[in-house]
């Protein structure tokens, strides 16, 4: 398989605590992308590198929440002191590099609850 | 502040006939913009899409229709199958910008 893989699918966790998520693109894809959905609502942009450079982050990431591409291959998404309303599906993508636009092909998410 | 919208949260429509979904924009500098079909406790799958300098683009069943001066994009299906009931979603993307801004969704029932 080698579409965007997410680890771990689920998440059930206690208010307070920090969780951490996994993504692995496309292999040769250097642009990676972080989404939140929450129920009835189409995804919503987070955060995106290019290779292991974080090059835009949206309003929706708080302090507690932080992205990280080390290596510019897989990346981590950390949530911190999480609080109920972070309940939500995380979405990774990722695009290879093509001047102007691209297609993001998504990984099948991570769903976390946050009790 | 929504850019993008699809207004009709559901659409139900018989096996074989066409299923028509449609999104409206209001950000005139997107120049790009994708269908993705969403099936339950799974990610966005890409469908197709379709560039600001061409007003159709068609791939198997699947066709999409862009109106530039009024905004409005949709996609059609046909015939429609059984397999095809997912939420859609339609997204737009900007030249320079990464990120895709995407509607809220449009839960697709195809009825036997």
């Known amino acids: 398989d080698t579409g965007v893989s997410q680890n771990p699918r689920h998440k059930i966790t206690k208010r307070g605590q920090n969780v951490t998520f996994r993504c692995d693109p496309i292999s040769e894809h250097n642009r990676l992308y972080w989404y939140r959905q929450t129920l009835g609502q189409g995804p919503e942009f987070l955060t995106y590198?290019?290779?292991?450079?974080?090059?835009?982050k949206s309003r929706l990431l708080s302090d507690r929440f932080s992205a990280e591409r080390p290596k510019g291959s897989f990346s981590t998404l950390e949530i911190q002191r999480t609080e109920q309303g972070d309940s939500a599906m995380y979405l990774c993508?990722?695009?290879?590099?093509?001047?102007?636009?691209?297609?993001?092909?998504f990984g099948p998410g991570t769903r976390l609850t946050v009790l | 502040d929504q850019q993008v919208k699809q207004n009709s949260p559901s659409l139900s429509v018989q096996e074989g006939r066409i299923s028509i979904l449609n999104c409206d924009y209001t950000n005139s500098m997107f120049d790009y913009f994708l269908w993705y079909k969403k099936y339950p406790a799974e990610g966005p799958t890409f469908l197709i899409s379709?560039?600001?300098?061409?007003d159709k683009n068609e791939d198997g069943r699947f066709t999409v229709f862009l109106n530039k001066s009024a905004k409005h994009l949709s996609l059609h299906i046909v015939p429609s199958q059984p397999g095809d009931s997912a939420v859609y979603f339609c997204?737009?993307?900007?030249?320079?910008?990464?990120?895709?801004?995407f509607g809220q969704g449009t839960r697709l029932t195809i009825n036997p």
């Open positions: 993508a990722s695009t290879p590099q093509a001047p102007g636009m691209g297609t993001q092909y």
């Open positions: 997204a737009a993307s900007r030249q320079g910008a990464q990120k895709l801004v």
């Open positions: 590198f290019q290779n292991e450079a974080q090059l835009e």
């Open positions: 379709i560039s600001s300098i061409k």
